[in-house]
């Protein structure tokens, strides 16, 4: 069965610093997906970046960017330049061929002024 | 982008009554919608899923006649939690996809509190 593990409960940093958000998985699968989601206190849940497995090159949504190392099987985010409206709990998913998603326990980022 | 319209966004009520959650697709079609329960500082947890037009599929240990769940069209999925009691309070959440390669995009949530 595919895991997912986020081994960062809480992390917090200053305004305009950079920061990155651990996440590991465990599959026997090939090609899949990986997704970066953030919560912010008003609990939506918004996609921030997702990743196909067959794409060596890592992806990036403005100040958002992946370390995706398929062989170590590890699915870090890196968060340029944090402001403050990052503050919110930050869940990796995994979707395999089931196409369900997998969901890590969340790492809860504090951006402080 | 795809948006998901989720209704009641906070709901409270006494123990024994039934309660209606809303979940719609505004933009697509979603053949595809899941429910997912929160509870307070921890991820989610997937109750089902459901695909246009046929019965849902529970995960294990959720039951099915506390939790029902409709998906009559493309664009709508309602959760009913019936019979609901304290233990039911909880953070639900739903999401909707088109295809299956396609990110799931979430609704807002429901607060649900019950007296």
């Known amino acids: 069965a595919q895991t997912v593990t986020q081994s960062q409960p809480e992390m917090s940093v200053q305004e305009a610093e950079t920061v990155t958000l651990s996440c590991t998985y465990d599959t026997s699968e090939n090609n899949y997906y990986l997704f970066w989601y953030k919560q912010p206190p008003s609990r939506q849940m918004i996609l921030v970046i997702r990743q196909e497995a067959y794409k060596q090159q890592n992806a990036t949504e403005n100040r958002f960017s992946v370390n995706f190392q398929k062989a170590a099987k590890s699915f870090s985010l890196k968060i340029s330049d944090s402001q403050l409206g990052d503050t919110a709990m930050y869940f990796c998913a995994f979707k395999g061929g089931n196409y369900q998603l997998i969901w890590g326990a969340g790492t809860k980022l504090i951006i402080k002024p | 982008g795809a948006v998901v319209s989720q209704h009641p966004s906070w709901v409270i009520c006494k123990s024994g009554t039934s309660v209606k959650i809303e979940c719609r697709s505004l933009d697509f079609q979603a053949t595809t919608m899941f429910w997912y329960r929160q509870f307070p500082k921890q991820s989610l947890m997937l109750m089902a899923t459901?695909?246009?037009?046929?019965?849902?599929?529970?995960e294990q240990g959720v039951e099915k006649d506390k939790f029902l769940i409709n998906h009559a069209s493309l664009t709508l999925s309602t959760l009913t939690v019936t019979s609901a009691h304290p233990e039911d309070s909880s953070f639900y959440i739903c999401s909707a996809r088109d295809f299956e390669n396609q990110p799931q995009h979430f609704g807002d949530g429901t607060r649900l509190s019950i007296l």
């Open positions: 459901s695909n246009e037009g046929s019965k849902a599929t529970y």
